[in-house]
């Protein structure tokens, strides 16, 4: 129960132990979502995140992800809400690994003072990447013109319907660079002396949580039942922390509670526009060998 509703029980009525306050984040990260596209982003964590960290005697926080990444800038967002308030309320945060923290959901877990994982889960991925398509070969062989009128030279930069141009590309590639090095600082930061002396670190690859322990990524491979229990004692309890619910009833989708529902139910039940975003989102779940 929440600290002020255990204030008001009296005290011989209380189960001993420490009561451990969990924030599941499950899913990709992106701005926005919606009921047939889960995603994870800042408006949806921060209340669950102030709940969690509002436990007055919880020793720390555990926090359990299983994301493939998306927006960088969601993500730091996400993560610097969770450093915020475990300066703010003194609390130790804990970060348990499921399937995979890959990418953003890697750079969240970077809010860990501690992270686990299962030696079968897959973590890293620390680089930037870009993806799209390009149709102006279609649009010739069907009869399309296409036709574009911009105030700015490279207003239209990297249309798909126009063919690529070197100096796009160029420009891309140092926005990624720049996102690129802001991710590298943040590893080095969090991580520092734990990290291994491995030149593909940074390179984008990902390893299982095994290998991620040998690089200094990981601090150790562990259940988080187990690991509550072994740090804070046999009657330590995790309470996993709900999102609000939204207006019909409906929690807040990626956060808290159990698994989201499969993409392919999801595709089944969205509007054309949302297929395209479903599409994209279990790319990000293929990279690693798993589907949303």
């Not at 919880?58 to 299983?66: D, E, G, K, T």
């Not at 499921?98 to 003072?113: Q, R």
């Not at 999801?266 to 509007?271: H, K, P, W, Y």
Request: aromatic share 8%; no cysteine.
């Amino acid at each position: 129960m929440g600290g002020f509703l255990k204030r008001l029980v009296p005290k011989r009525f209380r189960k001993e132990g420490a009561v451990i306050p969990v924030v599941r984040l499950q899913g990709a990260i992106m701005a926005g979502g919606s009921q047939f596209r889960p995603t994870l982003n800042l408006a949806a964590v921060a209340p669950v995140l102030d709940k969690a960290f509002a436990y007055k005697d919880a020793p720390a926080v555990a926090v359990s992800i299983n994301s493939p990444g998306g927006s960088p800038v969601q993500s730091r967002l996400i993560f610097q809400r969770i450093r915020d308030l475990a300066a703010e309320k003194d609390k130790r945060v804990l970060v348990f690994v499921e399937d995979v923290a890959a990418s953003g959901g890697y750079m969240i877990a970077l809010a860990g003072d501690e992270i686990f994982a299962d030696p079968s889960s897959i973590v890293g991925s620390i680089g930037v990447v870009s993806g799209g398509f390009g149709f102006p070969e279609l649009l010739r062989k069907i009869g399309v013109e296409r036709r574009v009128y911009t105030a700015g030279e490279n207003k239209a930069i990297l249309d798909p319907f126009r063919p690529e141009r070197e100096e796009d590309i160029e420009h891309l590639k140092s926005l990624q660079l720049e996102i690129h090095k802001v991710f590298i600082d943040m590893v080095k930061t969090r991580r520092g002396p734990r990290l291994a002396d491995d030149p593909a670190l940074f390179s984008g690859l990902f390893w299982t949580g095994g290998r991620g322990v040998a690089l200094g990524l990981v601090d150790g491979l562990a259940d988080m039942r187990s690991e509550l229990k072994r740090r804070y004692g046999e009657k330590a309890r995790p309470e996993l922390v709900s999102s609000p619910k939204g207006l019909f009833g409906r929690r807040m989708p990626g956060v808290g509670g159990g698994l989201s529902s499969g993409l392919g139910e999801r595709i089944g039940s969205a509007g054309v526009a949302e297929v395209a975003a479903l599409a994209e989102e279990k790319a990000l779940w293929a990279r690693y060998g798993l589907s949303g």
